[in-house]
């Protein structure tokens, strides 16, 4: 059970580049959520996504953000011409799609903007 | 609009005494309440969850609350160890699991 992954652990952009960060919920859930965390800041929900489906981006930037969880493969969050501010880490959780238990968290993604 | 509160300023405690971490929330009524562990530059560690209807769970040295009347929990740890110091996140959240709310968590140290 490897539990949630996500890849990169650690991402350098440059200003204006294209962020694209994975995440491989865990066995046997099916539900995908992306929160942001600024240092010394508490999580911030950005998007919460099923198979194929968007659910909920209510917290998700209108510009320059999106997410995707396809039928096959990783859930990816990506960021279009990225800015110093959009430096932050992306955590990536998932739970069961039966009865929630609470989310099951990944190591994280932190992108540093330069 | 909704907000989660958590003591803001660290906890120190000694190694052995109870640790008593509290969360207050208002215009929200979530259905279950959940508490994590975050080390520094790890993902949170989902901890414990606890319903609307239970008022109390427990789990080895960890015991939660939850009051719906008084829109709080707490969250205890008891005997605590140097290696339970960390940041502890309250997260309450609708049915489903859907609109979790993170609160900034607090910061406890357990000296030897």
């Known amino acids: 059970n490897a539990g949630v992954m996500q890849n990169p652990r650690h991402l350098v952009r440059r200003r204006g580049q294209e962020a694209r960060l994975r995440c491989s919920p865990m066995?046997?859930?099916?539900?995908v959520y992306w929160y942001r965390q600024l240092p010394e800041e508490g999580l911030k929900f950005m998007v919460y996504?099923?198979?194929?489906?968007?659910?909920?981006e209510s917290g998700m930037p209108k510009e320059r953000f999106s997410a995707e969880f396809p039928k096959e493969g990783p859930s990816i969050l990506r960021i279009q011409q990225v800015v110093r501010g959009d430096s932050a880490a992306y955590f990536c959780?998932?739970?069961?799609?039966?009865?929630?238990?609470?989310?099951?968290f990944g190591s994280g993604t932190r992108l540093t903007v330069v | 609009s909704q907000k989660i509160e958590q003591n803001s300023e660290a906890l120190n405690i000694q190694e052995g005494k109870t640790a008593t971490l509290t969360c207050n929330y208002t215009?929200?009524?979530?259905?279950?309440l959940q508490w994590y562990r975050q080390d520094p530059g790890r993902g949170p560690v989902f901890l414990l969850l606890?319903?609307?209807?239970?008022k109390e769970k427990r789990k080895e040295r960890l015991k939660v609350t939850f009051d719906t009347t008084l829109k709080q929990s707490l969250f205890h740890i008891t005997a605590s160890q140097p290696a339970d110091s960390a940041t502890y996140l309250c997260?309450?959240?609708?049915?489903?699991?859907?609109?979790?709310?993170f609160g900034a968590g607090t910061r406890l140290f357990v000296k030897a």
């Open positions: 959780a998932s739970s069961w799609d039966r009865e929630f238990y609470g989310y099951t």
């Open positions: 066995k046997g859930h099916s539900h």
């Open positions: 996504l099923q198979k194929e489906n968007i659910i909920d």
């Open positions: 215009n929200y009524s979530p259905a279950y």
């Open positions: 606890i319903r609307e209807n239970e």
């Open positions: 997260a309450p959240s609708e049915t489903g699991g859907f609109k979790t709310i």
